[in-house]
């Protein structure tokens, strides 16, 4: 989705700004803009683009200020052009604001708008923002502050938007004003220091008597608004994390009170001032360096065998219990997820079935709503959440929905732990698989599974059931032996680069594994996969099969081998292409190309599995000319619905 990244201080905004955009281009890259306040007037660039193409046209990081916001746009309102990429800029020149979500009220907005005189340049959603605080009774500039309530207008602007919002508004006095709503946003802050007696800015008529209460107010040297951590980890590990509904204003106060500038976080709903905790920011957030690999995608793939490690072995145990219990004492359990964390979500079905016997239902998040009686239990049933990011709209819209039907309890399991999602959780565990940048889910999707597997165990364990032997020890050696066939499978990408369609059969659990490398062909070479069910091939899908076709069929050492061969032979004798994912030796005559995977404990073949065909979907998508790390239309972090 769109990443905002703001900042305020000391140093030249652009260059900065430039960089963070640049870190968080995972989230959405059709086009890139900054707007800086430099001698009392905005500066504003903008275009179609990724961050280094639009930098390299418009020289965005030589843009003068100290004051700048700065935008990447994912379209969902209006084409991909110039006009339409952020900064958005008020009539009077005087406000630009940026902007993730969506006003769902702007068209009746843009109609009022236009109404009062107010002329828009673009066909988005956003622009309303900058035009609704151009209209506002006293100018953003001339607020009061140092009070212990916001401005009354500011609050009744944002009463006014419908929808989800995070935006930020610069104005060419270098002031930032900006507010939350349903999506995220991080004040980072240099040296920060609370203020007990009220700023002493010239605009600061602090007329309210009431020093004593002014230590709401933070001060700081220097403070970076963004979507993501990541973008600005490098500067300062302490952050405050905006809950839905809350508004801030960040101001320049005199040289000679130094910290520099004021930070004040009001609650839009009734103006009061809020005391925000300060939040220390793990510095492994800052791992974000794609070190001697070509791509973050490629470098993800390579340290799954210390993510599924830290997963399973680095869970919170007193975290752990609580879930354990919460999972036993509920009444009905449902999983539920998007893309590669939905599968994720399917693979705790099996998992719990088969490890600790508790039953659950799994549901992508999008369609909980639709499903909501299924799911109800008698009185104590639970949502469980797997999601990487922990922004996901739709997980968090379902989690929404579950609060609202009185579950008792909402789980997750999150790779940000600072994330909405793990916020609004009443227990949530981290897989600790460290940042993940490229847009496809590789080790998070490992972890994330590895975690169910240990969650498995702890609750067969607390129920008195004997839990089977998993050896995730031997992870790292595992996976580095299929890293070691990256050469071999390269050169099957090669030979398989021009194919329309590619089946991939299996059964059982290994079906989820079938549903995950559909995906990751899809979002990274996009090649047209589907994962199906081996028994299902009969009753439709061999009506596609021919010469042309390429099958992958997952075929471990298991209770499904031999049913996974007979389908196996129904396509080859239409004629296909068979690749075998196994650790069989006796099958790889029937394969024309044999994946072999490490022969491991029954239930740990997935993990495995998902490996080579992760390597292969990376290989397929560079032979096909195609940036792995950034696929076309996907967003790493979907915060729409
Ligand atoms: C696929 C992929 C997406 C995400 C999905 C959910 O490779 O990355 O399908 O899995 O958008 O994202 P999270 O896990 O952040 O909720």
Redo the contacts with the bound molecule.
Sequence with gaps: MCSIIAYKGYRDAAPLMVKALSRMEYRGYDSVGIATAHNSALIVKKGVGNVSYVNARLNLDSMQGNAGIGHTRWATHGAVNDNNAHPHVSCNGRIAVVHNGLVENHDELRFMLSKEGHVFKSETDSEVIAHLLESLPTTMDDMRHGYDSMDKAITDMLSMLNGSYSFVALTSNGMLLGARYHEPLIIGLGNPSRSKGGGDDDNNNDNNGDDDDDDYMLLVDECFIASDVLAFIEYTDKAIFLADGEVFVVRGITEACKPRLSIEIYNSRDGKAIVKEVTQIAWEFADVDKGRFAHYTLKEIHEQGHAISRAFFNADSKRLHLLVDALIDADRITIT????????ALMAKYLFSKICMLRCDAIV?SEFTYNIDTYVGNGSPILF????????A??LNAVRIARDNNFKKIASI???PLST?ARESDIFLSINAGP?VG????K??TA?IALLYRISMEVARSKGINPPTLDIESSSINVEKMLEREAVISDLAESIKNANSIYIIAKGMHHVIAL?CA??LK??AYIHAEGIHAGELKHGPLALIDEKSIVIALNPMDDTYSDVITSVHEAKARGAYIIGVSDSKSSSSIYDFTLTIPRVDRLLYPLYEVIPLQLLAYHMALKRDCNPDYPRN?????TVK
Excluded: C, P, R
């Design positions: 997820g998007s893309g590669s964390s939905y599968h994720a998040a959440a797997v999601s990487q990011s922990g922004e996901t739709d997980v999150v790779n940000s999602l993940e847009v496809a889910a590789t998070s999707f994330q995950e995906l990751k979002e990274l996907i967003a790493k972090s979907v």
